[in-house]
Antibody
Framework: QVHLVESGGGLVKPGGSLRLSCAAS????????MSWVRQAPGKGLEWVSY????????YYADSVKGRFTISRDNAKNSLYLQMSSLRAEDTAVYYC??????????WGQGTLVTVSS | DVVMTQSPLSLPVTLGQSASISCRSS???????????LNWFQQRPGQSPRRLIY???NRDSGVPERFSGSGSGTDFTLKISRVEAEDVGVYYC?????????FGQGTKVEIK
């Protein structure tokens, strides 16, 4: 059974940094593309970033390009999102998701990031 | 970016009746491989999203048959036949053709 568990969220000041992690289990992590999707409080879903199975292909939303870095460690079955220069508008629940047929299929429970002074 | 526009944004339905949600894309979602990468997600209150439909009309494993997707090009529909109480939540369409991936605004389904 696919299991994705995000961690690393919390309260951070504007301009600060945070690293999110996603621990995967129940499937062969190294075979799957992965994504991060976020949801601001009371708002809709926003795709953030994507990484291929090998880590060689990466995409970002314009809103985070240059500030966020996605990465993965297939040996540790883990996905990461390094976030820097954080802004109030980055406040959201961040979900990691495994991809199937070019879209997120299995989702974690999310981790809340709050950017506030 | 591809803009995904859903309607209605709020949909009160009677238990046992049908419900339809429309999703329109700002450009064709027909991919060069001939596939149409249009997905539907359900998010129940307090839960993570769950994918229901991929490639317009294919149900994911465990999704009840009362959920069906249709459409082509730029116009797509999610239909819920015989709405049940557990169907309450917000439904999102998402295109998987171009980067960045984009979602619709969401349609909130509630029971009358």
């Amino acid at each position: 059974q696919v299991h994705l568990v995000e961690s690393g969220g919390g309260l951070v000041k504007p301009g600060g940094s945070l690293r999110l992690s996603c621990a995967a289990s129940g499937f062969t992590f190294s075979d799957y593309y992965m994504s991060w999707v976020r949801q601001a409080p009371g708002k809709g879903l926003e795709w953030v970033s994507y990484i291929s199975d090998s880590g060689k292909t990466i995409y970002y939303a314009d809103s985070v390009k240059g500030r966020f870095t996605i990465s993965r460690d297939n040996a540790k079955n883990s996905l990461y999102l390094q976030m820097s220069s954080l802004r109030a508008e980055d406040t959201a629940v961040y979900y990691c998701a495994s991809q199937a047929v070019v879209a997120p299929m299995h989702w974690g429970q999310g981790t809340l990031v709050t950017v506030s002074s | 970016d591809v803009v995904m526009t859903q309607s209605p944004l709020s949909l009160p339905v009677t238990l046992g009746q049908s419900a339809s949600i429309s999703c329109r894309s700002s450009e064709s979602l027909v991919s060069s491989d001939g596939n149409i990468y249009l997905n539907w997600f359900q998010q129940r209150p307090g839960q993570s999203p769950r994918r229901l439909i991929y490639k317009v009309s294919n149900r994911d494993s465990g999704v009840p048959e009362r959920f069906s997707g249709s459409g082509s090009g730029t116009d797509f529909t999610l239909k819920i036949s015989r709405v049940e109480a557990e169907d309450v939540g917000v439904y999102y369409c998402m295109q998987g053709k171009l980067w960045p991936r984009t979602f619709g605004q969401g349609t909130k389904v509630e029971i009358k």
